[in-house]
Each structure stands twice: as structure tokens, then as C-alpha cells.
């Protein structure tokens, strides 16, 4: 590249031309001159003698112009027209480069959103917060965060916040928002303003319940009050409790926890509208997170010391809750190591592995650009032979496989900005506010070029060593003769490897998608077929105490007198649901009521008579709740076989049987239902109890509705009873399938994952292969002329120039489908019911593998086929 | 272009002289013009201005050096230099002119080559 810097001296350069062919005629006309010449005859004739100086100087001038620029664009119009002449060869290149350089731009971008790029507050690198180091987790309590805050030293202001779901009433249409309950110094700790009006801050706390104020996030100002500058000053309700609605939060602010999208932001000592949790009990660390700044000067170090010295003495003053507290600082936005550490291991993972399929990608287009190189051996022979030099030829090699890498450079980051567009609005799991705020930005678009770029001359670079050993006499006299050695080359051997590779990737996608089909229909202990679930929280429209059951049974009733409508339970939770409960329970016989004398730890759902009808449960025994079961009859419970398993040996001694609570309050086993799934699809059986809701009463309502045929038709009318019965109650309904999306989202996404990655390894096998084989077709193009000139059979001729590569596919996918049957164990931790001893998964692999492998060989075979030994041995 | 008579010079031979020049001592385009045109006792009718382009060639690609100075005439000059480079082409150049132009002897005169 030295004609970039003579791009900028050319003018020095020329002058000093001009300036120098001026010198030459003076000295010569000065020479003439001495010999007695007249000066205007040495003038005359010195022109004369130097010659037509404009075209010396244009002929000077030429040789500084940028030849290079001008050759290489020549370069780039033969490369584009070589390129063009093999559209097959041009597309598998770029289409196998977009891919992985696509791949790549997704995972940096993904890591880019989450671990490079900041949080979107001012001075974001100095904000941290606390954590606690025994659990990882970054829970305070009320009372200990005001002690962190005050009493510390660090810290510019010390913020807290609390995550919940609310109802928001803006006049007739109750919905549910997730807010952000904030300490009132928030927003001026985290040094953000206001896009509209203002925020809340500590000087409007007085006490619980002092501050009725509400900041809207920007974007559910947009979405759900139109932009309206007036909602200034507006009154909402949340969970009936009136909001003033004071300001909205700045564009691209969400909170400080990345992915959690909250709709709006109300003060924290306002938390008992919402939740149960006391201000005053320093066990309950109900607050999520407490973070701030760091003051100047003041070293992460200096602040850690800082804070173990305000928990030592939390824990010596009250031993009961706060003993043996250490913390460390932590960043927000992933809330410390608890979901950032799995989170970077995660994508460090995926960022090697799609590393891993970028370098493949290069190995397998070398190896094509090397066999296009074999074909054109005679091409480069001749050229050398009449004096192109080497650098000239490899130039032009560059020229395409760099043209290669932009294109498929373009093409992939095309396809993964689209991508990682559909990401950043895609809700994972629709009930929560979750959002991938994975946008490409500029460092997105480097890094993907750059890539392109580095792999381009990465592949680029293998078809060049052949080019460097071509020796054009050896090549004229003889042809690109075959050496066709046993040994196995390090291209074979990487070849071999991306195919157990890819075999494994595909076995094991089988294996996920099997599993994930057959946990789809499998017994979860309820039916998902026409079932609705209708979430109603009581408490967002203020119920309590005895309303509450009466109200439970009130909708119960209503909804049962709905056209359609087969039969409706309630529960204040569900199997599979959002959360659930669990308690400890005892043997009858069991005195000591402590933890570690009890049972079992089961899980309890509070549910109605109609229940297990409703939500399809299977009763196996005994009989399910009356609504005689009441506050003052008898305290009944239905079980699972697990849970009279645990208590009673076995169910069949488990009817009628009484077990204690940890209050020492005496339940007798009615009735006896299947066992279910009721937190993962994949976890192992777990005792659990069902209690009549009306014996132990919850605000928390979900109702399950059986429907005689599609249930989401029901959805308007169920909506409508409801909203009859209490125009401000939220209303959420989903089908019981929907429901299942959080419990579905590991499998599924790793089964997606795994697809993807089957799909690249298996298109990387097909171009490693196709690329082998389309080189050892070439290569031995004249020797398998000769062969069928000598009337060879096709099959000998294809087991001439396939033979190696098949041998090679066969060994590969052998050893990868014994792999991948190993690896499938780790994925049955992930995915339901994932087995590898799966006659159809097995025959999947078989079965792809060959096809794969058939695809790679299709177009080498009709080349090998094709081969008119005629026209070859007159080429020759 | 009547009497380009670098153009009756096979490429590359004009170079070559000049490096060969420059290779017994350092000079100016005038005096290297001079040089070649004694060394061949005039056979050689090179076009004086002709050696300029021949010149930013050897500069472009190294093998030469230039200087502004002042001659022993005491006139502003640009002396050319020949490079280590310049020394390295001009041997290769050398042997594969000699090559050449033996072939070309024994083609001419093939009954001298035989015996």
C-alpha cells in the first residue's frame, strides 16, 4: 500500500519533474552557449535535443497515477465476472459466509446490549449495588436499607426499589401494569430527568402511604395515554387507591434492570397498596434491589469496607435477622452475579461457538476457493508462463474471495439486523414485561465487518499456498496431476471434525424436538384442551377479609351460567403457574412441630369445589371439596399420590388418614389425585396438597374454565360477566396453553438453539463437503476420463471421485451420532422427556446425515459423470 | 515522434543503463544523458527528455534515490542515487540481457554456435 502516501506527495513529486527538466534545458542551452552559440539558437536547440517535453511530463506523471486503485478495480471487474460464471460455487460462498458472519453479529449484539453497552443513566459506571455475598442475591429489608443508607459513607445517595403487578384504573378499563415501587431519592440519585413534568423525591415522604404519586415510563405514556402532554395532574387509581399522575420518565429509561420493562413508577412508602410486606420487619427483604453512586474518590474497594462495617454491626445488634451479613457491590442491571454471571457464561459460550462456525465457515471456503484455484491451475500456469508475476494472480484471488466476504458479510448482517429487530420487540413470555433491548448499533456494524473482512482473507489465504506452488511447467506438461495419498490432511481431519460436529448438533436438535413435541402432550396432572385460566387478583380492587370468599364464589357462579362454559374452578394459584406456595407438613404422631422433624415440604393450592373438574385433574380416590367444607367444618385436604407416598408409605393407606400442620392443626386426607408438574416440566415428583379455599382464604384468584370447544371464544362474554359484577377489576385471560409459555421458554428456546445451530453445522457439512469433493473432481478430472474412456462403470467411476468424501461423511456422522446420543443425557436436565433411544430420532439423524450428504456430493457427482474424456484429452 | 529512438530500445534497456550509470557514481539527469551518450559513442541516440519518465519509474519502485544539491558547476541539481535494491535489479537485469542476447547471437549465427 505505498501509493497512499504517494497520493499525497504527488504534487511535491511534480514539481519537482517540472522544476528539474527546466534545469536540464538551462544547462544544456548554457553548455551550447559556451561552445559560441548564440543564446537564442542554445535555447532552440536544447528543446529540441530534450524532446517534446508535455508528453515526457504527462509520460512522467503516469507513472505516479494511481495505478494501484486503477488495477485493482480492473481486478474487481474480472473477479465479478469470474464470480458470476459460477453462480452455484458464488452463491453456496456467500450464503455460507452470511450465516456465520451472521451468527457472529447476533451473539455480539446480544452480548453488546448486555454486557458492553451501559445502562442508559448518566455516569452509569459508577453506579452499583448491594449484594449480599452468601446468597448472591440483592434483597433488603426495610429497615436494614434505611440503616445502609444513612449510616453510610460511600455512597452519593443511596435508592431503593421493589418490582410488583397492579391494577391501574384510569376510569372504566381496570388492566394490569407492573410498576416500579421507588425509594423517593431515586430518580435524584440516578440523576435523570424528567421528560414531562416532575419526578417524586424524597422530600414528598412522610411516613406509609404519604405520597400518591405516579411517574409514567415513556413508552406506556405512548402507548397507553397517546402522547397526551395533559395527563400532568390526571388522577388514576392503583389497586383503587388515587394516584397522582406527576411526570413521565425520560425515553430510554426502564429502570436500572436490563430486559424488565416496568409501565410506571410510584413511591415506596406507598408498598402497602400493594403487598403485604411490613416497612418495620427487618426479616422481610421484600425490597429488590439498593444501589447508588459511588461518591468521588471513594474506590469500589474503600466502599465494600464501608458497608461490611455497617453489617457487622446490623448483625451484632440484631443477631436474629441480620446475623453473619456480608456485602459486596454488584452491578444493577443484570442484578449482580445472580443473572449476570449465568448470563456471561451463557453468551461467552455462544460467542465461541459462533466463533467456532466462523472459523469453519473459513476452513470450508478455503477449500472451495482452493479447488476453484485447482480448476483454474492452467489459467495461473499460462499467466505465469507469460510473465504475470505471482503477487499480480494472488491479487486477483484476494480480489474475490474479499468480494465473497463482503457480500456475504452484507447479507448476514443484513439478515441478523433483521433479526435482532424482531428480538428487541419480541416479549419472551407475554405475561411479564420482558424485553431484549438488543438493537444493533454502530459497534454491531464494525464488528461485522471487520469479520467479513478477517475471514476473507482467512479463506482467501488457503487457495493462495496453492498458488504459490504452482509450477507453470509442471503444471502445462502434465495437467494438474492427483497425488492421492492415504494419509488424511489436516482438511480432512477438519472436515471429519465439522461433521461429528454437525451430526451431534442434529441429533440432538432431534432429540429436543421429540422431547419438546411429546412434553406438549403429556400429563401435567390438569388438561390444557379447552381450558381457560382468568387471573383476578383481588387485591388490585381492594378486597379483603370476608368479601373475599364471597366474591370468589359470587364469579364462580356467574361465569358458570355462560353458554358453553363446562365447568369453573378457582385456585390462588395454578400448577405451572406464576408462583405457588409451600409448607411444611407432619406425620399425626409428630410432636415437635420444627422444620426438621416435618415430613414433607409440599407445595399447597387453595381451590374451590369445582376445582379438580374444571382444570381437568384426575381424582383417583375419595372425593373433591362441598362447599360444607367450610371455615367451621372439619380442615379437609386432597393430596397426591407423592404426598401420601411421603406421609402414609403408600395412597392406598392415605384415605381418611389425618397429618398435622406446622400450627399443629389436624387435616384428614378425602380425597387422593395423579401426580402433575407444578413448577418445571422436568422436575421430580413433588408432594403436594390441595386445601378448600374457603378453609384458607387468598385474595390471589385464578379461575379455570372448561369450555366445549374453543375456550378464547368464551374471552368477551367471561370479560363482560366480570365487568358486570366490578367494573374495577383487572382481568387477565389466557388459554391454560399460553399459560405454559414461562414454563416452556427454557425447552423451547433450547430447542430452537439447538435447531439453529443443527441447521448451520449442517450447512457448513455441506459446503465442507461439497468443497472436498468438488476439489477431488477437479484434481482427477483427467484421470477419471481416461477411466471411462476405458469404459468404466458409473459406480466405479462416482466411488473414484466420491469415495474419499463419503468414507469421510460416514465416519464423521458415526462418531457424532455417538456423541450427540451422549450429549442428549445433559439435554434431558433442560428438556422434558428428551431421549436419545428414539428408533425415530435415530433414523432422523441416519436419514439427514444422507441427505446432507447427498446434497454436498449432487453437483462433484455430475461432474465426474459428465466428463467427456474427447474433449479432455484434446484440451490436453 | 519522428526519432523517439528509446522506442528502438527493447523495454526495460534504458533503465538499465541508467542504474549501470549510476551504479559507477551518482548524477544528475544532464550528466547521466551525457554519460550514456559517450558510452556509446553516440550510437545511441536517446532522446534527452526521454530519461525523465525512465527516472520516476526507478523512483516509484525504489531502486533509485533523488537529492537536490548543487553540482560541481555549482548549479541546483537533483542527483540520482542508486538503492541497494537498484544495485540487486540491475545484476538480475544484467545476466538475463546476457542470456538473451546469447541466444539471440546463436540464433543469428547458428553455424558458429554448433561448432
Known sequence: ?876 | MANNASRDLFPGALEMMILESLRRQPAHGYALVQHIQQRSKNMLQVEEGSLYPALQRLLKTKLVKAEWGLSSTNRRVRTYQITPAGLRHLEQQISSFERMFEGITLVLNPGKATN
Open chain 1, 1 to 876: 500500500m505505498a501509493w497512499i502516501p504517494d497520493i499525497f506527495r504527488r504534487r511535491e513529486i511534480l514539481n519537482d519533474l517540472s522544476e528539474e527538466m527546466r534545469l536540464h534545458m538551462e544547462e544544456r542551452a548554457a553548455q551550447l552557449i559556451a561552445e559560441g552559440m548564440s543564446a537564442e539558437e542554445a535555447d532552440r536547440r536544447a528543446r529540441i535535443a530534450f524532446g517534446n517535453r508535455a508528453i515526457l511530463e504527462e509520460r512522467s506523471h503516469e507513472v505516479w497515477q494511481w495505478p494501484t486503485m486503477e488495477s485493482a478495480w480492473a481486478d474487481v471487474r474480472v473477479a465479478l465476472r469470474q464470480l458470476r460464471r459460477t453462480p452455484g460455487f458464488t452463491v453456496t460462498a456467500i450464503f455460507t459466509l452470511a450465516l456465520a458472519i451472521g451468527a457472529n453479529a447476533v451473539v455480539f449484539s446480544v452480548m453488546n446490549a448486555f454486557i458492553i453497552r451501559p445502562l442508559n443513566v448518566p455516569d452509569s459506571q459508577n453506579l452499583y449495588g448491594i449484594a449480599r455475598t452468601a446468597s448472591n442475591d440483592m434483597g433488603q429489608s426495610y429497615p436494614d436499607y434505611l440503616d445502609l443508607r444513612d449510616r453510610n459513607h460511600s455512597f452519593d445517595d443511596l435508592a431503593a426499589y421493589n418490582i410488583t403487578e397492579a391494577g391501574l384504573d384510569t376510569g372504566n378499563n381496570p388492566t394490569r401494569v407492573w410498576i416500579e415501587e421507588a425509594s423517593g431519592n431515586y430518580f435524584d440519585a440516578l440523576k435523570i430527568h424528567p421528560y414531562l413534568g416532575r419526578f417524586f423525591h424524597a422530600a414528598d415522604e412522610h411516613g406509609p402511604e404519604s405520597a400518591p404519586y405516579a411517574v409514567l415510563s415513556y413508552a406506556y405514556w405512548r402507548s397507553h395515554f397517546h402522547n397526551d402532554g395533559g395527563v400532568i395532574g390526571r388522577v388514576i387509581r392503583l389497586n383503587k387507591h388515587s394516584f397522582t399522575i406527576v411526570g413521565v420518565a425520560p425515553q430510554g429509561f426502564n429502570g436500572t434492570l436490563m430486559v424488565f420493562i416496568p409501565d410506571l413508577f410510584v413511591p415506596l412508602v406507598d408498598h402497602t397498596f400493594f403487598g403485604t410486606d411490613e416497612f418495620t420487619d427487618r426479616s422481610d427483604r421484600w425490597l429488590f434491589m439498593a444501589m447508588g453512586h459511588l461518591k468521588t474518590g471513594v474506590t469500589k474497594a474503600q466502599a465494600i469496607g464501608d458497608i461490611n462495617s455497617i453489617a457487622a454491626d446490623l448483625a451484632k445488634t440484631y443477631p436474629k435477622d441480620d446475623a453473619k451479613t456480608t456485602f459486596t457491590l454488584a452491578q444493577p442491571s443484570l442484578y449482580g452475579d445472580y443473572v449476570g454471571r449465568p448470563i456471561r457464561e451463557f453468551l461467552t459460550g455462544l460467542l465461541l461457538l459462533s466463533g467456532l462456525i466462523l472459523l469453519a465457515a473459513c476452513a470450508n471456503l478455503g477449500s472451495l476457493f482452493a479447488a476453484r484455484a485447482a480448476d483454474r491451475s492452467k489459467e495461473v500456469a499460462l499467466r505465469l508462463a507469460l510473465g504475470s508475476s505471482r503477487k499480480r494472480i494472488l491479487r486477483a484471488l484476494f480480489t474475490e474471495s474479499i468480494l465473497v466476504s463482503i457480500a456475504g458479510g452484507g447479507v448476514g448482517l443484513a439478515g441478523s439486523v433483521a433479526l435482532l429487530n424482531g428480538l428487541s420487540t419480541w416479549r419472551p413470555i407475554s405475561r411479564w414485561p420482558l424485553q431484549l433491548n438488543v438493537n444493533p448499533d454502530a459497534r454491531v456494524y464494525a464488528v461485522a465487518v471487520l469479520l467479513a473482512l478477517v475471514s476473507g482473507f482467512l479463506f482467501g489465504a488457503v487457495a493462495v499456498k496453492q498458488v504459490l506452488r504452482t509450477n507453470p511447467y509442471e503444471v502445462i506438461k502434465t495437467g494438474a496431476g492427483g497425488r492421492t495419498g492415504k494419509r488424511l490432511t489436516t482438511r480432512e481431519i477438519l472436515l471429519v471434525t465439522q461433521i461429528a460436529i454437525c451430526a451431534v448438533l442434529v441429533t440432538s436438535s432431534l432429540v429436543a424436538i421429540r422431547g419438546l413435541a411429546r412434553s406438549l402432550h403429556d400429563d401435567f396432572g390438569f388438561d390444557v384442551q379447552n381450558r381457560l385460566l382468568i387471573g383476578v387478583d383481588l387485591g388490585m380492587a381492594a378486597y379483603s377479609g370476608d368479601r373475599v370468599p364471597i366474591m370468589q364464589k359470587r364469579m364462580i357462579e356467574a361465569l358458570q351460567t355462560i353458554p358453553g362454559v363446562e365447568a369453573v374452578g378457582l385456585a390462588d394459584n395454578v400448577p405451572l403457574g406464576d408462583s405457588s406456595n409451600d409448607a411444611n407438613v407432619f406425620t399425626d404422631d409428630t410432636q415437635n412441630l420444627t422444620a426438621s422433624k416435618a415430613a414433607a415440604d409440599a407445595t399447597v393450592f387453595s381451590v374451590s369445589p369445582e376445582y379438580f373438574r374444571a382444570s381437568g385433574t384426575i381424582l383417583k380416590q375419595g372425593r373433591s371439596f362441598t362447599w360444607q367444607d367450610s371455615k367451621d367444618a372439619p380442615p379437609v385436604a386432597v393430596v397426591n399420590g407423592e404426598f401420601a407416598r411421603k406421609l402414609f408409605g403408600a395412597p392406598a393407606n392415605a384415605m381418611g388418614r389425618y397429618f398435622k400442620e406446622h400450627d399443629g392443626k389436624r387435616v384428614q386426607v378425602v380425597g387422593i389425585v395423579e401426580d402433575g408438574k407444578y413448577s418445571t416440566l422436568t422436575e421430580d415428583p413433588v408432594p403436594v396438597m390441595f386445601l378448600p379455599i374457603v378453609q384458607s382464604p387468598s385474595v390471589s384468584s385464578v379461575l379455570v374454565v372448561q369450555s366445549n370447544g374453543d375456550p378464547l371464544r368464551l374471552a368477551a362474554a367471561i370479560r363482560s360477566k366480570l365487568h358486570d359484577m366490578d367494573s374495577g377489576l383487572p382481568v387477565y385471560i389466557q388459554t391454560r396453553l399460553k399459560s405454559l409459555d414461562s414454563v416452556l421458554f427454557g425447552p423451547r428456546m433450547a430447542t430452537i438453539s439447538l435447531g439453529v445451530l443443527g441447521i448451520m453445522g449442517a450447512m457448513l457439512s455441506i459446503t465442507g463437503i461439497f468443497g472436498m469433493a468438488a476439489y477431488s473432481v477437479s484434481r482427477r478430472l483427467r484421470e477419471l476420463g481416461i477411466r471411462i474412456a476405458l469404459g468404466a462403470k458409473r459406480k466405479e467411476v462416482l466411488q473414484a471421485a466420491l469415495g474419499r468424501a463419503i468414507r469421510l461423511l460416514a465416519f464423521g456422522s458415526v462418531a457424532g451420532l455417538i456423541l450427540g446420543v451422549l450429549a442428549s443425557r445433559v439435554l434431558s436436565f433442560v428438556v422434558y422427556e428428551a431421549t436419545p433411544r428414539d428408533p425415530l430420532v435415530l433414523a432422523g439423524v441416519v436419514l439427514a446425515m444422507a441427505l446432507l450428504g447427498l446434497v454436498a456430493t449432487w453437483i462433484p457427482a455430475q461432474r465426474a459423470l459428465g466428463v467427456n474424456p474427447l474433449v479432455l484429452l484434446r484440451e490436453d
